[in-house]
């Protein structure tokens, strides 16, 4: 499975951004998709995940309320909207696929794919 990741750029503090992860390559609707975030001397951190039909969600708790990631599998794409956005959301984002449990979405390594990120800066 390809991975790639869209739709980051530069936003005021406060403002909305829309990413998406588009696949393509296999079976599209069998994994787990989520999106991990990782900003330049920090630490990789999950972001949001959703399972397979798109029943269940999952969330870090620095983006609960303000980030919704949905899945549209005739599309073989998943989004996250983000809300509210704030300094503190500027990082590289990039979306992974995989077969992980609920418990385990925010485990980076044992997704199979990963794609290419793309920059979100949000200024203050």
């Known amino acids: 499975v390809q991975l790639q990741a869209s739709g980051g750029g530069l936003v005021q503090a406060g403002g909305s951004l829309r990413l998406s992860c588009a696949a393509s390559?296999?079976?599209?609707?069998?994994?787990?998709i989520s999106w991990f975030r990782q900003a330049p001397g920090k630490e990789r951190e999950f972001v949001a995940g959703?399972?397979?039909?798109?029943?269940?969600?999952r969330y870090a708790d620095s983006v609960k309320g303000r980030f919704f990631i949905s899945r549209d599998n005739s599309k073989n794409t998943v989004f996250l909207q983000m809300n509210g956005m704030k300094p503190e959301d500027t990082a590289g984002y990039y979306c992974?696929?995989?077969?992980?449990?609920?418990?385990?979405?925010?485990?980076?390594?044992?997704?199979?794919?990963r794609g290419q990120g793309t920059q979100v800066t949000v200024s203050s």
């Open positions: 992974a696929a995989g077969r992980p449990a609920l418990s385990a979405y925010d485990q980076a390594d044992i997704y199979y794919y």
């Open positions: 390559g296999g079976s599209f609707s069998s994994y787990v």
């Open positions: 959703v399972s397979r039909n798109g029943a269940s969600l």
